[in-house]
């Protein structure tokens, strides 16, 4: 496998670590950081990217996701909760790619496009308009993904929808990584690999 192979596929796994340690925070306090979110959001509408870079925006824009991940081969995690999810995500990818719901989500992806161009995809109607998606969508996959946090702020809609936005956002990076290439054996076989992709990007 190419380092380049290999590189690319980090960034979009960079991208699943950084988004669901933004559904973490959200669920934790409320609040999300604005650039990493938009980071994630924007990704969603990203459909015809020349490249894995392009996804983002720009490599840069996933150095926290980079160096969770970092953290995570080095055995270094602060968050216990954090790999779990991203297990989940990545388990989930496989039920949604090979159910009809992919599909129904690009088409409706495809329709909010415009609306997130024209408000910015952090806006609160498109976060509700994402958040509506999931929840009419990929909530009703098993296995479902499972966020805990801060009750106060769990049992409020729009954190809520911004949770399952981002979630969306997870999933469609989990997506991007099972194209390039990645599997979960990589996490068996090649973590030596995997930590030299990630230092390679930062």
């Not at 973490?24 to 924007?42: F, K, M, N, W």
């Not at 953290?71 to 995500?89: C, H, Q």
Request: zero cysteines; hydrophobic letters at 50%; charged letters at 25%.
């Amino acid at each position: 496998m190419s380092d380049t192979s290999m590189d690319n596929r980090m960034l979009a796994l960079a991208g699943v670590a950084q988004a669901l340690a933004q559904v973490r925070r959200i669920a934790d306090t409320g609040q999300a950081d604005a650039a990493v979110l938009a980071t994630a959001l924007d990704s969603v509408f990203r459909v015809d990217a020349a490249s894995a870079e392009a996804v983002y925006g720009d490599a840069s824009a996933l150095r926290p996701g980079l160096l969770l991940l970092r953290s995570y081969f080095r055995n270094e995690s602060e968050d216990a909760l954090l790999p779990r999810l991203g297990l989940a995500v990545l388990q989930l990818e496989r039920r949604f790619v090979r159910d009809e719901t992919a599909d129904r989500v690009h088409r409706r992806i495809l329709t909010l496009a415009p609306q997130a161009a024209r408000e910015g995809s952090t806006h609160p109607d498109v976060l509700a308009a994402l958040g509506a998606l999931y929840a009419d969508t990929v909530s009703k996959l098993r296995p479902r993904v499972m966020v805990q946090g801060n009750p106060h702020y769990l049992g409020q809609a729009g954190v809520v929808a911004e949770i399952r936005a981002v979630l969306l956002a997870a999933l469609r990076s989990a997506v991007l990584w099972r194209q390039l290439g990645g599997s979960l054996w990589d996490f068996m076989l090649r973590r030596r690999q995997m930590l030299e992709a990630i230092q390679r990007n930062l």
